[in-house]
């Protein structure tokens, strides 16, 4: 639970619930991993594709979390679709960022994790398995001609949400003055 919200908060909910209907779009179907057929899905990845293990480390645990392999954000564009997630312990749940400050890629992260955890041997596996299960839930591939219109979509959502928030707060403001701190 966030301790301080801004209109930043609620334009990254909103990219996120446009990055789910596009990867529902391209899924045709609802991935609601918290009920239905959405959570037998994930349920289906997480104990039985990966074992209950994070994808990354392959540490066994019953509080994986879900990790968007091409990361679920205005930036990234990756989809929330069967094809992007992945299960993941909480400590490889923390991406490093590349030195231009952007977060580094799932491969890059992957080897990251393994070098860390002494498994350089284990990568190449690890990562072929990742790919597998990428084409197994058939993620799109989107051209760069997708992936502008999403970019272009998501961004003018971005911006249009801190306006309107920060449109909303003057009208309070104005309304305020108007009738609640309207002299007697």
């Known amino acids: 639970m966030a301790v301080y919200n801004t209109s930043s908060d609620s334009a ?3 990219v996120r619930a446009l990055l789910t209907k596009v990867g529902e779009f391209y899924l045709g179907s609802s991935f609601n991993t918290a009920s239905g057929n959405g959570k037998k899905l994930w349920l289906k990845i997480k104990e039985q594709d990966f074992a209950s293990r994070c994808a990354y480390c392959e540490e066994a645990s019953q509080t994986l979390q879900i990790e968007h392999l091409f990361m679920f ?7 929330h679709h069967p ?6 312990c ?24 393994c070098d860390k955890h002494g ?12 790919l597998n ?21 998501a961004n003018s959502l971005y911006e249009n949400i801190k306006i ?3 449109k909303s707060l ?10 609640i701190k309207k002299p007697m």
């Open 83 to 88: 094809g992007n997630v992945v299960p993941c």
């Open 119 to 130: 498994q350089k041997d284990q990568y190449e596996d690890r990562r072929q398995r990742i």
């Open 12 to 14: 990254n909910t909103a």
């Open 133 to 153: 299960h990428i084409e197994q839930y058939k993620y799109p591939k989107l051209n760069e001609s997708e992936k502008h219109a999403i970019r272009v979509i």
């Open 90 to 113: 909480k400590s490889c749940n923390k991406r490093a960022r590349n030195l231009d400050k952007t977060f580094c890629n799932w491969e890059q992260h992957l080897k990251e994790v």
């Open 73 to 79: 954000n205005r930036t990234e564009f990756g989809l």
């Open 170 to 179: 003057e009208l309070y403001k104005e309304l305020d003055q108007a009738f």
């Open 164 to 166: 309107e928030s920060e």
